[in-house]
């Protein structure tokens, strides 16, 4: 079968190497000069499938989503906040992580994929009504068979040792086997990978259109066209326009990220000021991620483009004091 992916970060190279495993002929459409370069490019890297959580379990409100443009969206995020359907979605959710995480773990093992990686992630808990309102997550873990241990302020700085002494921490949850990975080397590999399977792929090539039927054709941004038996649409935020060409609605809204990458701070003679794998603090939703001598942070925001390879430094200010005050130690540069 002849199948067109659309998009080459993460989700698009790892579904453009299993359908080439299958023996289909693959075709990737990626409109910038290498796989990985957007939302990919600029992800944590944190695998935690326990700690997922959809968008629905935030406030439309808090996420900055909840403005009169936007009162079409907001009923269906309203909807999707109701306690019965929370539940319903992360169930779900976590279900679909948890199998992700042990496809990637048998595929690295399999195929001897190596790639930056450290063990562990710890979730702070500053104070105790946060302590309190995670109770109901530890439990949902519990029934899921996720390993995690409830530790107390002094175990956590253990774990972690470049934890800020100065800063509130009332608990945190140890999750042993979950990581942090470095997703744009993973994607790099994994590509190569799939080109020796059979794929191709085709960057600086954007997909304009999509016009349904059998085949499907796609229409590319040169005026060009191409078909192909089967389309997998891998575009993150922008499918939403994509499907729309073909006469599908998608209720997709963007999302604001800001992500700063530095090396880590070695000082000599002393260990490195720099977290072991992943940190999560659930008070500010800043996440610092150790990738190789790299430290990665990362802080959601509100409404818009997640994800854009193009860090100004007042977007990193943003991020940057959240950080600091988490990791003293560690500088970060814009």
Not at 198 to 221: M, Y
Request: charged share 20%; proline share 5%.
């Amino acid at each position: 079968m002849r199948v067109a992916v659309i998009g080459a970060g993460l989700v698009g190279v790892t579904t453009a190497y299993e359908l080439s495993a299958a023996g289909h002929q693959v075709e990737v459409f990626e409109r910038r000069s290498s796989v990985a370069a957007e939302a990919s490019f600029a992800q944590a890297g944190v695998i935690a499938p326990a700690w997922v959580e959809p968008l629905g379990g935030c406030s439309p409100w808090r996420l900055g989503l909840a403005t009169p443009t936007r009162w079409a969206w907001l009923g269906r995020a309203i909807a999707a906040h109701r306690e019965r359907l929370l539940v319903s979605h992360r169930l779900a959710l976590q279900r679909l992580a948890l199998a992700s995480r042990q496809r990637m773990l048998d595929l690295t093992r399999s195929i001897d994929l190596d790639f930056e990686q450290a063990d562990g992630v710890l979730v702070l808990l500053r104070h105790e009504r946060q302590l309190r309102a995670h109770r109901a997550t530890l439990r949902r873990m519990a029934e899921l068979g996720v390993a995690f241990d409830l530790v107390d302020a002094e175990r956590a700085r253990q774990i972690e040792p470049a934890l800020n002494p100065a800063q509130p921490l009332r608990a945190a949850i140890h999750l042993p086997q979950d990581a942090v990975g470095n997703g744009r080397q993973f994607a790099h590999r994994l590509k190569a990978l799939a080109v020796l399977k059979g794929a191709h792929f085709r960057f600086d090539t954007a997909v304009n259109t999509l016009r349904p039927g059998a085949p499907v054709t796609l229409v590319l941004a040169d005026g060009s066209t191409v078909v192909a038996d089967s389309v997998v649409v891998c575009a993150g935020v922008d499918a939403a326009s994509l499907l729309a060409s073909a006469g599908l609605t998608l209720p997709l809204r963007a999302l604001w990220g800001v992500s700063v990458t530095a090396p880590v701070n070695h000082v000599d003679g002393q260990l490195p000021q720099a977290p072991r794998a992943g940190v999560i603090d659930a008070t500010s939703g800043t996440v610092i991620s150790r990738l190789g001598q790299r430290v990665r942070s990362q802080r959601r925001s509100h409404a818009g483009r997640h994800g854009h390879h193009a860090t100004t430094p007042a977007h990193a200010a943003r991020a940057l004091p959240h950080a600091r005050r988490l990791v003293p130690g560690q500088r970060h540069h814009a």
